[in-house]
């Protein structure tokens, strides 16, 4: 072991420590994935990350990202909160204004705002219907009447995510799922506001099978979610997704377009600096 520079940030909430908090690791290189993994399960928390130097020409430097039982990736909410943990640590990113992140998926740009970042949403890998035998199953596990859902649809960009869209955000708040029927399924939720306001949408993220089995603020979601939503004419960017209010939180996604792609962006505070022995 040997000691290494850590981070923990707070992402997607204006109010530090009521949105998603991320774990990141600088500094990685030597780690395998088995300690990759090992140390992710015990921070207990949705996703930690190992920054890495790049691979590929004009990246700023490669990222790792592992929940508490898998490597994935991509995911949204480890890639800002990366992005902001990298520069607090002295990275100067290599196009003014735009970090250029590595990961899994590939190159994910990350623009850079003062204390707000916002990623270019990756492309899908899986994008369309749901089999009626799943949406049956996903009915059973969010305990609603398979009726009660509008529309749904794969929304896979790292994380498996079915999108599911119900009637109203009081419908999402008032969700009482079952983890124990999830097996491995990963389910998006997301209802509109009936009066403007802050927020356009509830959304709430279930992940049958992990540790953390609802996600506090998802970034890879509500990409997929603001893609689908724009495509089916439910919603017009930019709008802003509410998301952790159950848990106590207060996420706020803010989902915009430019050139025709899809930005998901939000404000990463910095709030624990030190060092891990790994």
């Known amino acids: ?64 990202i592992f929940t508490g039982r898998e490597e994935l990736p991509f995911a949204g909410h480890p890639t800002l909160g990366s992005a902001r943990a990298w520069l607090e640590a002295g990275g100067r990113p290599r196009a003014n204004g ?41 009915a059973e596990v969010l305990g609603i009447r398979r009726e009660e859902i509008l529309d749904a649809s794969w ?15 009081r419908e999402v708040l008032n969700l009482q799922p079952d983890p124990g029927k999830a ?10 506001y009936d009066e403007a306001g802050e927020a356009g949408f509830e959304v709430r993220a279930f992940v049958g099978g992990d540790p953390v089995w609802e996600d506090p603020v998802t970034g890879s979601l509500n990409a997929g979610l603001g893609q689908w939503l ?9 709008y802003t997704a509410a998301q952790g209010t159950v848990l106590g939180r207060r996420g ?18 910095s709030c624990i600096e030190g060092t891990v022995r790994l």
């Not at 003062?114 to 899908?124: K, N, T, V, W």
């Not at 915009?256 to 404000?267: A, E, F, H, M, N």
């Open 183 to 192: 097996g491995e399924l990963e389910i998006g939720v997301v209802g509109p």
């Open 1 to 64: 072991m040997r000691t290494r520079p850590y981070s923990e940030v707070d992402v997607f909430s204006e109010e530090a420590y009521r949105g998603n908090a991320l774990a990141v690791v600088h500094d990685a290189d030597g780690l395998s994935a088995e300690e990759m993994q090992r140390f992710a399960a015990w921070t207990n928390l949705s996703e930690t990350t190992f920054l890495l130097p790049p691979s590929s020409p004009g990246a700023d430097y490669r990222v790792r």
């Open 252 to 269: 706020r996604v803010r989902i915009s377009r430019r050139d025709g792609k899809i930005w998901v962006g939000g404000t990463v505070t």
């Open 155 to 169: 929304l896979v960009n790292g994380p498996q995510w079915i999108g599911v869209r119900l009637a109203s955000a």
């Open 98 to 138: 735009t970090v250029l992140q590595e990961c899994a998926a590939g190159l994910i740009p990350v623009r850079v705002e003062g204390d707000s970042l916002a990623f270019e949403a990756p492309p899908f890998t899986r994008y369309g219907p749901v089999d009626e035998r799943v949406l049956r199953r996903v």
């Open 230 to 238: 724009t495509d089916t004419a439910v919603a017009v960017p930019p």
